[in-house]
C-alpha cells in the first residue's frame, strides 16, 4: 500500500523527504561508484529495477482468501543489498505513482522511507540475523521477506498516526487504529510474502544459481548442496 | 504499454517541455495542497479536469479509469477518521466526518493534477533531461533503463499470464500459487538474461559505459510556458476570493 498524492498535510510530506534523502543519495553515491568500476552493472540494475517494479505489481493469493499484492522489498534487499534496493525501490516508487498513479509525488520522500529504506534494512537484518545464527538459506529468506512486508506497513502506520493522531487517543490511539486496520490483511500478506519469497528463491536456486552466486546470495559449495 | 503512458504519447501536448507541463501541474498542485480544501479542493479539482479533459485532450475515460485506484484507497483511507481509539475503546470521532471530506477533497484534487502531468508528459522525455544534472547522471540512466526493460519485461509478463491461464494456471488456490512463482521466477531469469545479452551486444559495439541518448529539442520559451502557472493562479485566485466573500458575510 503507498500513501496516495494529496493524502499527508504538505508539512508531513516535506519532513518525510528530507528524513529520506540522505539514504537514498548514500544509495545513489553506492551505485555510482559501483557504475564507476563496473560499467556493465548499469544493465543489470535496470533489469533488477524491471524486475522489482514487476515483483511490487504481481497479485499473490492472500491467506484470507482474497488477493493483494507483495512489497517485494524483502526479495530486493536479499538479492541486491539494502542501499542499491534504496535507489532501485525508490525509482520503483516513482514509476508506480507516475505510470500507474499508485502513490505520490508529494507523497513519495515518505512512502520511499518506509519501502525502500527502512522495510529492506529491517528484511535484510532479518535474513542476516537468521544466516548468522545457523538457519538455513529458505528460512532466512521467510525472515527476510516476512519482516520486510510487516515492518514497512508499520513504519506506513505510525507515518499515518502522526499525520492524523486521533481526537480522543492521540498518537497513540491513531497508531492502534491505523495498525489493527493493516493487522488483518498485512500479517497474512506478510506470510504469503514470505511463503513466495521462499518458493522462488528454491526454483532461482535450481535454475539460475549462477546469478546468485554473481549477486553474492550463494556460495560456490552452496550450489552442489 | 501501461494506460497512462499509452495516453502521454498520444497527447497533443507531447511535444510541449517536460518542464512547463511540470510548471502547469505543479502550480494546481500546489493550490491542491496549500489552499484552504473548503473551497480550495473542489475549485482546483474542477480547473485541473477543464485543463485536462479541455486544453490538454486527455481521453475522460482513460482519466478516470487511471484515477479510480488511488480514489478508492482515498476514500478507504478516509474512513478511519469516522472513528476514535482510546482506553475506554471505539467511538465515533467529533468532526470526524469534516476532516474525512477535506482530506478526500484534497486528495482528489491532489491526484488529478499527478494525472494531467502523468498523462500529457511520458517518462522519457523526462528522463533524459535529468541525467544532464551533474551528480544524478548515474541514477537518471539506470532508471532509464528500467523504464526502457519495463515494457519488455511488462510484454513477457503477459505472454507468461496467458499460457498458465491457457494451461488451467488460475483454477485453484495452489494453481495460482504455483502460476505467480513461476512467474515471478521466471521474470528475474528472463531479465537477466536479457540484461546479459544487452551488456554482449554493447560491448561489441565498443560499449564504453555512456547510454547517452539524442534527445528532441522541445522549446520552453512561447505562450505555453507564459500560460503555464495560470490555472494555479486562477485556482488560489477563486479559493481566496471565495474564503473572503464568506468570512465577511
Redesign the interface.
Known sequence: ??I????LP?LH?AAWTVAAAPFVAHG?VR??RQ??EN??A??????????C???SA????SVTGSCSHPTGTGLGAILFRPPVMT??GT??L??Q??????G???TLGANAFSMAIVGPWAGYGAYTLVRRLGGGLLGAVFAGAFVADLVTYCVTSAQ?ALA?P????GFT??L???GA?FAVTQIPLAVSEGL?TV??VR??RS??AA?LIRLRVLKEGQVAS | MLAIDVAAYRSPWRRRHPAAKAVLAGGLLLSALLLPPWPGAPITAVITLVVALGWARVPPRAFLRSARAPLAFIVTGSVTFLISVDTSGLAWAPGGAVRAGEVIGRCVAAVFCQLLFAMTTPLADVLPRIARRPGLSGLAEVAGLVYRMLSVVLETVNAIRRAQADRLGTRSWRTQWRSVIGLAAQVFVLSFDRARRLEAGLSDRGYTGSLAVSVESLPLTGRFLALAPLPGLVSAGLTLALTSACTVA
Open positions: 500500500m503507498h496516495a498524492e494529496g493524502f504538505p510530506a545513489v551505485l555510482n557504475i564507476k560499467p556493465e548499469k544493465l543489470l540494475l535496470g533489469a533488477s529495477g524491471a524486475f517494479f514487476v515483483l504481481l497479485k499473490i493469493p535507489v532501485l525509482i520503483t516513482l514509476f505513482a507516475l505510470l500507474l498513479a499508485h505520490g509525488i508529494t499515518l492524523f486521533d481526537p480522543a487517543g490511539g491513531a492502534t487504529k491505523f486496520i513466495l518458493l522462488v526454483l532461482l535454475t539460475s546469478e
